[in-house]
Nanobody
């Protein structure tokens, strides 16, 4: 069974940090670009960050300098380190695997993990 599972979401105060994980089962993540998306209530889905198969990273302007994407191929996992969190970062965060690159269609989606930034 091919699937992606996100974890690490939760409730955090403004200025705090969280690390999200995206772990694959049934396939190896190093063959895919991995993109993190988020969707807040009433808003469109937004691309947050992506890491290519070669390790090149991309960030949305809204998270640049605060979020860091990385991959650990030995653990078949991609991480999203989120620092200096703001209330506007509150959303469901999804990871997605793309076989052909960061700007190509998604092959697999995770189920999402809730991130809430509130005092």
């Amino acid at each position: 069974q091919l699937q992606l599972v996100e974890s690490g979401g939760g409730l955090v105060q403004p200025g705090g940090s969280l690390r999200l994980s995206c772990t694959a089962s049934g396939f190896t993540l190093d063959s895919y670009a991995i993109r993190w998306f988020r969707q807040a209530p009433g808003k469109e889905r937004e691309g947050v960050s992506c890491i290519s198969r070669s390790g090149t990273t991309y960030y949305a302007d809204s998270v640049k300098g605060r979020f860091t994407i990385s991959r650990d191929n030995a653990k078949n996992t991609v991480y999203l380190q989120m620092n200096s969190l703001k209330p506007e970062d509150t959303a469901i965060y999804y990871c997605a695997a793309k076989a052909r690159g960061c700007d190509q269609p998604v092959n697999y989606w995770g189920q999402g993990t809730q991130v809430t930034v509130s005092s």
